[in-house]
């Protein structure tokens, strides 16, 4: 009787051991996926409990953990629920510049776009999808030069 009970007793002890071992190993990571502008709009930092989003060069990064930065009335608060790629690569707030647009820029503001998108954006939130335009051209077609594999963090099983 008493190694019966003790043979439950490890069974119950590894099932739970297991469980745990599982769920501490579980991906943390959500796949990601498509974003239109308006629902980027929707994560502009303005909702309490809401997730802050803003993207740049057509990522969207999840910029919650810096909400001191970019939550309702942050300092960079106009930067986010949009792609904001030119006003990161001039380090400006002028709405004209809170596009995804970089016709025009000079060879520096795009080495500091790059830069920034590198060492800030990359490095220091997490992906959580593209926009729509980084995937599609104006006309709605499918953008050629789009290649899922060169897309940081993206896998071929994510769903947008």
């Known amino acids: 009787m008493a190694t019966a009970q003790i043979c439950v007793l490890l069974v119950v002890l590894s099932t739970t051991l297991a469980e745990d071992v599982k769920l501490k190993y579980k991906s943390v990571s959500k796949p990601v ?9 929707r994560y502009d930092g303005r909702e309490e409990g809401q997730p802050i989003y803003m993207a740049v060069k057509g990522v969207v990064f999840d910029v919650t953990k ?17 792609d904001s790629t030119r006003a990161v690569a001039k380090m400006s707030l002028d709405p004209a510049d809170l596009t995804s647009d970089i016709t025009g820029l000079t060879e520096e503001q795009l080495e500091s776009l790059d830069s920034v998108f590198e060492g800030t954006y990359k490095a220091k939130y997490p992906i959580v999808g593209y926009t729509a335009s980084r995937i ?25």
């Open 33 to 41: 996926r498509l974003f239109t502008e308006e629902e980027l709009q």
């Open 66 to 82: 810096g909400k001191e930065f970019y939550g309702k009335d942050a300092p960079y608060n106009a930067l986010v629920g949009k």
């Open 136 to 160: 599609l051209t104006a006309d709605g077609s499918p953008n050629k030069d789009f290649k899922p594999e060169d897309q940081p963090h993206f896998q071929i099983k994510d769903e947008f």
